[in-house]
């Protein structure tokens, strides 16, 4: 949204104008099939048990068996084994143990303010320039983002994700500038400008 004011200072050369913009931009996206990398590891890892039966070498040994594994003990639980051998597609208990979805919710939010003012600040020169024409002005701005992330899975299965960009993260950013700008014609045809902008 965009509200622009337009005046003039008396019977001046010199006008002003003003805006405020406020906008927001949300962004939802989600990845499925994203594999996970703890728990897709564990369940390619299949030996058999005291039966002959097929399971996952963490559930027969324990996290012992990986004694580099430093993450959540908790992505080991209920481990099922993936069978990579032959064209079946994977059971539902297999897929869950390897693959998962990653949700983003992006919110962007930008408020801004601006005022400006310009106008003639003497005639001029004697070899036809014009006159020589100032403007000045103040602005403001305030930009923030938000991702939460998705709540509907724990922490500690979101983050073994084998790629990610669902994690909670956020910032704002606020900015006050004053600017100048002067215009000098020296003739007709020569004009010397400058401008200035601090925050």
Known sequence: HVVVVIGSFGESSWTWDT???????????????SRYFDRFNFGMDVVA??????????TRDGLAAYPWFASDPRLADGCQPINIFGTAPLSPEAYAQAYGRIWENTIVDQDMVE????????????????????????????????N?????????????????FGE????????????????????????FQTAARTS
Do not use: M
């Open 115 to 146: 005022f400006v003012a310009s106008g003639d600040i003497f005639e001029g020169f004697a070899f036809g320039g014009g006159p020589v024409r100032a403007a000045a002005g103040v602005s403001w701005r305030d930009e923030s983002i938000d």
């Open 148 to 164: 939460p992330a998705d709540e509907l899975q724990p922490e500690y299965i979101r983050q073994d994700y084998q790629s990610q």
């Open 19 to 33: 805006y405020y913009q406020t906008g927001e931009s949300d962004t939802i996206q989600t990845v499925h099939d």
């Open 168 to 191: 909670s993260f956020g910032g704002s950013v606020e900015v006050a500038e004053v600017f100048g700008e002067l215009d000098i014609p020296v003739t007709a045809k020569l004009t």
């Open 49 to 58: 048990d005291g039966n002959g039966n097929p399971v996952c070498r963490v």
